[in-house]
């Protein structure tokens, strides 16, 4: 009898699962998971409120506009009389308006021509160039379709339909694929570098995510300024190495999965984010356990807004690692006591949560890490969106381009650099075959 209470509380306890409890993303939540609550309202009106910082359309430099158009007065508002040709008008406001040209392409079409021989009536062709003939897309456009596939989230069909309709570009989905391939082989050099930049970072956000076909796992490890993709067949120690060499250097922040068990606590840090949804799940569990996760709860709010107090330099460091003293004691019983408790699943929870109990503070200790491993989740999310159109690669090329320009797309954005440009950059020193450009310093 007390075998099948236990196996209903187990299932009633997968039951409540959710994005809030467990691991699971918001759209799995299933219907009768609870809704987030509302926002209090404030009494003010939608919108922007007066005073914010306001977002506006950045104008172009008059160098680069097309074609400018001055509207001059002719007749004075003050007196009505004519102003005279000879009057040299003042700039005193500026608006722009930006159009889509018909054919946003310039089609350049090479012709073979032959010529016959006046002397002896022999024809010759003049053949066109072996270089262009290679490829019937140019670097920007090339980048482009690349940009569209792996960013914006389209598929090949999509990329080529956009090709077609938007850009007046009829292309084929073999041309598509070719581009893909050629940017692959641009971005070789570029991620070699990201790869030994975060390598040897001193810290490090790391988190995965399935990758299905050719590749079973998706990689990440993000610093503040890169952040390097790979594909893996495992989520293991040897997937882990692939990732950050065999010699992990630094301090690895991620969650609590086994693959990082080998890592040495005092260079690896533990999401809290992770651990806040854990103590909520033992809250909406009930029972004789509700105790730990309101605790925890506790803890963990508590540790939230000292780092907050950091981040917005209320407190200095030292400060925030004696304010965390009582905290860690607090979690230090608080842990001690429910592996004393009669719920076999707390007992484990509590007693693998103190075996990196260690590792909960080093965010304290270590510049560069946080308590969350929000950085990295925030890297892997387009990536996401990208297999669930694409639903992952179907060969070891398809891994290749989809880790490489996810290195460069990703890490362009953390350093605000414009992305399209360099990927033409990339692409055009790769079909001179000069160097590629560097998305870090070594």
């Avoid at 609870?34 to 009106?45: M, Q, V």
């Avoid at 970072?201 to 300024?225: F, M, P």
Wanted: aromatic content about 6%.
């Amino acid at each position: 009898m007390r075998e099948l209470e236990a196996r209903l509380a187990e299932l009633e306890d997968r039951l409540r699962a959710n994005s809030s409890n467990s691991s699971t993303a918001p759209s799995s939540d299933p219907l009768w998971a609870p809704k987030l609550k509302p926002k209090r309202p404030t009494g003010k009106p939608p919108g922007g409120q007066p005073g914010h910082r306001g977002h506006h359309r950045e104008l172009l430099p008059v160098e680069q506009v097309d074609h400018v158009r001055r509207h001059v007065p002719s007749v004075c508002r003050h007196c009505h009389a004519p102003i005279p040709s000879t009057c040299v008008p003042q700039v005193r406001g500026r608006h722009q308006v930006a159009e889509l040209p018909a054919r946003a392409v310039v089609v350049t079409e090479h012709q073979s021509c032959a010529c016959r021989c006046p002397r002896c009536g022999g024809e010759t062709v003049e053949p066109v160039p072996d270089a262009v003939r290679r490829r019937c897309t140019g670097e920007r456009l090339s980048a482009a379709l690349c940009y569209l596939s792996a960013f914006v989230h389209g598929s090949r069909r999509a990329v080529e339909e956009v090709a077609r309709e938007l850009l007046g570009c009829p292309l084929s989905l073999g041309t598509v694929v070719a581009r893909e391939a050629e940017m692959a082989a641009a971005l070789a050099g570029p991620y070699e570098r990201v790869q030994r930049h975060v390598r040897a970072a001193h810290a490090k956000n790391v988190d995965e995510t399935g990758w299905r076909r050719a590749g079973r796992w998706l990689w990440v490890a993000a610093t503040a300024d890169a952040a390097l993709f790979h594909i893996d067949r495992g989520r293991n120690w040897h997937g882990l190495q692939n990732l950050l060499g065999e010699l992990v250097q630094g301090t690895v922040c991620s969650d609590r999965h086994g693959t990082y068990e080998r890592l040495k606590l005092r260079r690896r840090g533990v999401c809290w984010a992770h651990l806040k949804r854990d103590f909520q799940r033992w809250v909406d569990r009930g029972g004789d356990t509700a105790w730990l996760g309101e605790r925890g709860l506790g803890i963990t709010r508590a540790v939230f807004r000292l780092w907050r107090r950091f981040k917005g330099r209320q407190v200095i460091r030292s400060s925030l690692q004696r304010r965390l003293r009582p905290l860690r004691r607090r979690m230090r019983d608080l842990l001690r006591r429910g592996q004393r408790c009669g719920v076999k699943k707390a007992r484990y929870f509590c007693r693998n949560l103190a075996k990196v109990f260690t590792a909960l503070w080093t965010f304290a200790r270590v510049a560069g890490v946080e308590p969350t491993n929000n950085h990295a989740e925030r890297m892997l999310r387009p990536a996401v969106i990208w297999r669930k159109t694409c639903f992952g690669s179907h060969s070891a090329g398809g891994c290749r381009y989809a880790e490489r320009v996810l290195t460069a797309v990703q890490t362009l954005r953390l350093q605000e650099r414009p992305v399209l440009e360099f990927l033409t950059r990339a692409l055009t020193a790769h079909r001179a075959a000069l160097p590629a450009p560097a998305l870090t310093k070594d």
